[in-house]
């Protein structure tokens, strides 16, 4: 069981060095090769960072941890938003969350939080008959968003966005930077994944080991695959601090945060859904 601790505490530091310092300087480096806005990269940064997630709601619904896969994602969830409000408070950005867009979207991410939460206390299964609903949702949900920012920050993001980019130097091989920053994501998210799956393994056998409860295990679960995450929420609010912008700073956080926790309960939940069905 030592080797199983020191495993899992080797593996818990990886994820934070590799989404610190890997993944959110190839998210910078895609944004100002291909002049994303602030919206989509927050919306490729919560893809990313659900790897995780996906890793070990397959693996627990393959086992025949349906159970942990959903408490997985409801702590991954409800943790995504502890430390987005976090990343809000301590980057003192709470005036900023008032524009009409931001709020919409959390609401949105509230209901990613409560609506599981209601499935199992209404003791509703989670069967191949609930992932046509899911899916739907998930595209009422980024429905919303996207004419949500349409009509509250259009205008306002299109200036900033317009200053930073008279600010910014023009990329050089630009072609290259693309290309280079995308297969280098696509490696990050794949060591997440391996990452992922070795420490969703020793948190297991440590479960096991010290007769750990299921649900305990999902929470557990949860907290850790949610460090991408935290990181970040602080780093896209720390980077438009510099440009003076700190509305595009939460406009990115807030979209991370949306896509991550709406790919959780919609998406990689659905996936678990029908890898339980076929494999248990």
Same mark, same amino acid.
């Given at each position: 069981?030592?080797?199983? *601790?020191?495993? %899992?505490?080797?593996?818990?530091?990886?994820?934070?060095?590799?989404?610190?310092?890997?993944?959110?300087?190839?998210?910078?480096?895609?944004?100002?090769?291909?002049?994303?806005?602030?919206? #989509?990269?927050?919306?490729?940064?919560?893809?990313? #960072?659900?790897?995780?997630?996906?890793?070990?709601?397959?693996?627990?619904?393959?086992?025949?941890?349906?159970? /942990?896969?959903?408490?997985?994602? $409801?702590?991954?969830?409800?943790?995504?938003?502890?430390?987005?409000?976090?990343?809000?408070?301590?980057?003192?950005?709470?005036?900023?969350?008032?524009?009409?867009?931001?709020?919409?979207?959390? $609401?949105?991410?509230?209901?990613?939080?409560?609506?599981?939460?209601?499935?199992?206390?209404?003791?509703?299964? %989670?069967?191949?008959?609930?992932?046509?609903?899911?899916?739907?949702?998930?595209?009422? &949900?980024?429905?919303?968003?996207?004419?949500?920012?349409?009509?509250?920050?259009?205008?306002? =993001?299109?200036?900033?966005?317009?200053?930073?980019?008279?600010?910014?130097?023009?990329?050089?091989?630009?072609?290259?930077?693309?290309?280079?920053?995308?297969?280098?994501?696509?490696?990050?998210?794949?060591?997440?994944?391996?990452?992922?799956? /070795?420490?969703?393994?020793?948190?297991?056998?440590?479960?096991? &080991? %010290?007769? $750990?409860?299921?649900?305990?295990?999902?929470?557990?679960?949860? &907290?850790?695959?949610?460090?991408?995450?935290?990181?970040?929420?602080?780093?896209?609010?720390?980077?438009?601090?510099?440009?003076? =912008?700190?509305?595009?700073?939460?406009?990115?956080?807030?979209? =991370?945060?949306?896509? *991550? =926790?709406?790919?959780?309960?919609?998406?990689?939940?659905?996936?678990?859904?029908?890898?339980? #069905?076929?494999?248990?």
């Amino acid at each position: 069981m030592l080797l199983e *601790s020191i495993k %899992f505490l080797i593996n818990s530091f990886l994820i934070v060095i590799i989404a610190k310092y890997i993944l959110v300087s190839l998210l910078r480096k895609l944004a100002e090769a291909l002049n994303l806005s602030a919206k #989509t990269v927050g919306n490729i940064a919560g893809i990313a #960072t659900s790897v995780p997630e996906l890793l070990t709601v397959s693996f627990s619904a393959i086992t025949g941890l349906v159970s /942990a896969s959903v408490y997985n994602i $409801i702590s991954s969830n409800v943790i995504n938003f502890l430390q987005y409000s976090a990343s809000i408070f301590m980057n003192h950005n709470q005036k900023v969350i008032k524009n009409m867009a931001i709020r919409i979207d959390l $609401i949105l991410v509230s209901i990613t939080i409560l609506f599981p939460i209601l499935l199992l206390l209404v003791n509703i299964e %989670f069967s191949l008959s609930i992932v046509p609903v899911l899916i739907l949702l998930c595209v009422l &949900f980024y429905d919303i968003n996207y004419n949500a920012h349409q009509l509250y920050l259009k205008k306002e =993001n299109s200036q900033i966005q317009e200053k930073i980019e008279q600010e910014k130097k023009w990329v050089k091989g630009k072609t290259k930077v693309v290309v280079l920053s995308s297969f280098y994501l696509l490696l990050t998210s794949i060591s997440l994944y391996v990452i992922g799956n /070795a420490l969703s393994h020793s948190l297991a056998t440590l479960a096991t &080991f %010290f007769h $750990i409860p299921e649900t305990m295990l999902g929470i557990a679960l949860g &907290f850790i695959t949610s460090i991408p995450e935290l990181i970040t929420f602080f780093e896209s609010q720390k980077h438009y601090r510099k440009a003076k =912008n700190d509305l595009l700073g939460v406009v990115e956080a807030t979209n =991370n945060l949306f896509t *991550s =926790n709406v790919l959780n309960l919609y998406v990689i939940q659905s996936i678990g859904i029908i890898f339980y #069905t076929l494999f248990s």
